[in-house]
Each structure stands twice: as structure tokens, then as C-alpha cells.
């Protein structure tokens, strides 16, 4: 058995491969074309992109997609329509409108907000199982699965490295990070930072310490647009179409799942601290750090003996 890294540039972000296998080369191989294979179909920055036809398209008439594109935005909706979730992949039209984390990015008028707003209903998407048609119910929808793709593309991938006889793999999908096995430094547990949402990227508040599991992190720090001396994050609330307004800082989960961590991230982003505690404490199989604007931190019951307070260096 031998190892293997490689680190592409792909859909906006960094993303580091690495397996121990057989044969490793020729399995990151395989699964950078996978991941291209996703880019060209997932974009919401390419217009040949399966999902920018849809924003062009699906308003006039069902428009068949992938399977896995399918799959995503049906997984999407489901849990955009949950009552008390902040996740909604119909939010397209309100993220395209402030652009925040590109260099257009502005401050709208209340009218044009107000405007937008019509369009963010999730149960406005229309799907056929059968078909694997999406439809649009009013002109002017955009799908946006930004919140949920990094997972489900590193779940994929880690599912290729298993059913090809790694023995030991980790997916970096931007932050979205997912491993199995052992790490190559040493035998046991992954150590894997958690950002401190208050310092720049690579500065670690804790350590979380994990074994065939997901990481996630969604904070206020990525992405923020400064204007007249307010700041404004990238992560909105599709009923006021302002940025969420909380005490959270950053949410961090554990899972077996990466896409179960993305879909956690966001549905509960709105909640307080306290909230979001006691809401994942009776989650199964499920972690939860969060990080307040005022710098305090707690984490669930399951992570107690996992997180380490610091800033060791991650694997």
C-alpha cells in the first residue's frame, strides 16, 4: 500500500485529496474526474452548467437533469421545507442580488429585496421522480445548492476511494473536511482544526478528534461585504432577504455524513447557541461546536474527550 495527495483548484475553492491504497494515483485520478465531472454539471458560476440551464430554462418547461443533480436538489428541498429551517435552495435570486464574495457585491434597496422575496419558495420547485424533471413554478427562480454540494461531492468521492480498497482516505472540500482510516502521521484518530472565526483563515480555536467522520464548519467570517461601517455575511435569511442576524458566529458538525454535516450547518444557523446545543444534543450519531460573536464556545454532550482548546496543528 501506498499514499497519495494531490490538491486541486476547483469550483472556487481548494480541495486536497488523499488516499492510502493499492494503486492510489490511479484512484485520485478517478476522482478528480469525478469532481469535474460535478463542476461541469453542479456550476452556478458556468453557464453550460446543468444548473444555470435550469435558472434559464425550467420556469417554461420540466427540464430532465442528471440523476445526481436530481438527487441533491430533491435531498435540498426536503430539508429547505422542514418548519424552523434557515436552509432554502430556492434562496438563488437573493444571493444573485447582493453577491456578496464577488467583487460586484452591494447593498440592494429595500424595493429590489422586497422584489426577490416572491421567488424563494422552495415548494415552487417542482420534481418528477419519474422523469427527473425539475420545474419551476414562477419566472425568475434560481436554484442554489451552495450550502449543501461540498458535502455531497465529498461523500461521493470518499464512497469511490472505499468501493476501490483504500484503506485509508481524507477528502478536504474547502473546510468541508471527511476521512477514513488512519491519518499518515500516526495510527488512531484525525485531528481536525476548527477556525477561529475571529482571526484570519489557518488560526485554530480547538481541535476535534475524529474516526471516519465529517467535519464542517459554516462561520460569517468566509464571506463579508463592509459598507458605510456595517458589515454584512453571506449567509441570509430568505424571509427578511438581509444576512441572518443570531449570536452564532460559526457552527461546526460531526457526522458520519459530510452532506448531513452542510444540510445541519445552515438549517439551524438562525438559532442560538443554546438552541442549537439542545436541538443536536438529541440528534443521533450527530456533534455540534459553536462559536458565539462574543467568543464563547460550547459543543455537545457526544464531543466531551474530542476537543482539544487550542491551536494544535490539525493532520
Known amino acids: ?10 469550483m472556487g475553492t481548494k ?41 434559464r430554462k425550467a ?14 436538489i430533491k435531498i435540498g428541498k426536503k430539508h429547505s421545507l422542514c418548519e424552523g429551517s434557515y436552509l432554502n ?23 429590489a429585496i422586497e ?25 425568475g427562480m434560481e436554484i442554489d445548492l451552495g450550502a449543501i454540494a461540498k458535502g455531497y461531492f465529498a461523500d461521493k468521492v470518499m464512497a469511490l476511494f472505499r468501493q476501490e480498497g483504500a484503506i485509508s482516505a481524507m477528502v478536504d472540500m474547502g473546510g468541508n473536511v471527511l476521512v477514513f482510516g488512519e491519518p499518515p502521521s500516526h495510527g488512531g484518530e484525525w485531528n481536525v482544526g476548527i477556525q477561529n472565526p475571529f482571526l ?7 481541535i476535534v478528534k475524529i474516526k471516519d ?22 449567509i441570509f435569511d430568505s424571509k427578511t432577504g438581509y444576512p441572518m442576524e443570531s449570536n452564532i458566529a460559526s457552527i461546526t458538525f460531526v457526522a458520519d455524513s459530510s452532506l448531513d454535516c452542510d444540510i445541519n450547518t445552515t438549517k439551524l444557523f438562525g438559532f442560538d447557541a443554546a438552541s442549537i446545543i439542545h436541538k443536536v444534543n438529541k ?19 457526544n464531543l466531551r474527550g474530542k476537543i482539544v482548546i487550542g491551536t494544535e496543528k490539525r493532520d
Not at 1 to 10: A, N, P, Q, S, V
Not at 19 to 28: F, G, N, Q, S
Not at 200 to 206: I, K, L, Q, S, T
Open 89 to 111: 435552495i430556492a434562496i438563488g435570486p437573493l444571493i444573485k442580488l447582493w453577491r456578496i464574495g464577488f467583487a460586484e457585491a452591494h447593498v440592494p434597496e429595500k424595493d
Open 59 to 72: 420556469a417554461f418547461a420540466p427540464q430532465r437533469v442528471d440523476n445526481e443533480l436530481y438527487e441533491l
Open 213 to 234: 467522520q465529517s467535519v464542517v464548519t459554516s462561520g460569517i467570517y468566509e464571506r463579508v461585504l463592509e459598507k458605510e461601517g456595517s458589515k454584512y455575511h453571506h
Open 200 to 206: 484570519p483563515r489557518g488560526n485554530v480555536v480547538a
Open 15 to 55: 480541495i486536497s485529496l488523499y488516499v492510502k491504497a493499492k494503486d492510489p494515483e490511479i484512484l485520485v485520478k478517478k476522482a478528480e474526474d469525478l469532481l469535474n465531472h460535478y463542476n461541469e454539471v453542479f456550476s452556478a458560476n458556468r453557464d453550460d452548467s446543468q444548473l444555470a440551464m435550469l435558472k
Open 115 to 139: 422584489n426577490v422575496l416572491e421567488l424563494l419558495n422552495p415548494e415552487n420547485i417542482e420534481l418528477d421522480d419519474k422523469k427527473k424533471t425539475v420545474f419551476f413554478l414562477k419566472k
Open 283 to 301: 440528534m443521533k450519531d450527530m456533534g455540534a461546536i459553536v462559536i458565539t460573536r462574543d467568543g464563547k464556545l460550547a459543543y455537545t454532550d
Open 1 to 10: 500500500m501506498t499514499e497519495h495527495t494531490k490538491i486541486l483548484y476547483l
